[in-house]
């Protein structure tokens, strides 16, 4: 089974709309983290948010905000106000386990495409 | 220079060529990462070094052979590679002191086997 599930392989949106990017993910730890990744055409991968298990909050940064929804183990990824220069791969990510034993697993990627 | 560089950024090679890509952190992290991401699969983690010891190979084959001198320098040894082979390779580091562990990405070296 996958462990961090994004179903839209590709998306198309207009720009200064919101985006949602989904992501669900599956783990029986109770401690875990959450983190969304950009990649550009460039290919270099840039974090962009983080949320951890235990935090009560959902994460934000800038036009970044993490839909943290524990029960249903969704993570979903909301860009506002969307921009060209957000065009680019998506990657979910999850961090589980402790100490040295941690591992971080991505999912399959969502391609989002900002039309002008 | 600041974050993480990785050279070369392409690279192309023959199945009997031997070959190493380099990585370089300037971020003061003491674990260090090779992932390797090929179309339309996820990023698959190939191997782990926390404080220069190897703490994680994920059945990778031997034909792919890591080395990490140092904190801030990473190998990955190449030889008798296959065309499947042929992918993106990148690099991460993060500092292993706590249970946020975001990882800092180079820009890759992108490799075609022939």
């Known amino acids: 089974a996958q462990k961090i599930t994004q179903t839209q392989p590709g998306m198309f949106v207009q720009e200064k709309e919101a985006v949602t990017l989904d992501c669900t993910y599956d783990?029986?730890?109770?401690?875990?983290?959450l983190f969304w990744y950009k990649q550009p055409s460039s290919g270099e991968m840039i974090f962009l948010i983080y949320?951890?298990?235990?935090?009560?909050q959902n994460a934000t940064e800038g036009r970044y905000s993490l839909n943290f929804q524990k029960a249903r183990k969704s993570a979903n990824l909301v860009i506002s106000a969307s921009q060209l220069g957000d065009s680019a791969m998506y990657f979910c990510?999850?961090?589980?386990?402790?100490?040295?034993?941690?591992?971080?697993?991505f999912g399959k990627g969502t391609r989002l495409h900002i039309l002008p | 220079e600041t974050g993480v560089t990785q050279t070369p950024r392409h690279l192309v090679m023959g199945m009997t060529n031997k070959k190493s890509l380099k990585c370089e952190q300037h971020l003061g992290h003491n674990a260090m990462y090779w992932y390797k991401q090929s179309a339309k699969k996820p990023l698959e983690l190939m191997f782990v070094y926390n404080f220069k010891e190897q703490t994680e190979n994920n059945s990778v084959p031997s034909r792919f052979s890591p080395e990490c001198p140092n904190s801030s320098h990473l190998f990955l040894h190449l030889h008798t590679l296959q065309p499947e082979d042929s992918a993106l390779y990148l690099c991460a580091s993060s500092q292993d002191n706590g249970l946020i562990r975001e990882q800092f990405f180079g820009p890759g070296t992108r490799l075609t086997v022939l």
């Open positions: 949320q951890g298990s235990y935090d009560e």
């Open positions: 990510a999850m961090r589980e386990g402790l100490g040295r034993d941690d591992k971080i697993i």
């Open positions: 783990t029986s730890d109770q401690s875990y983290g």
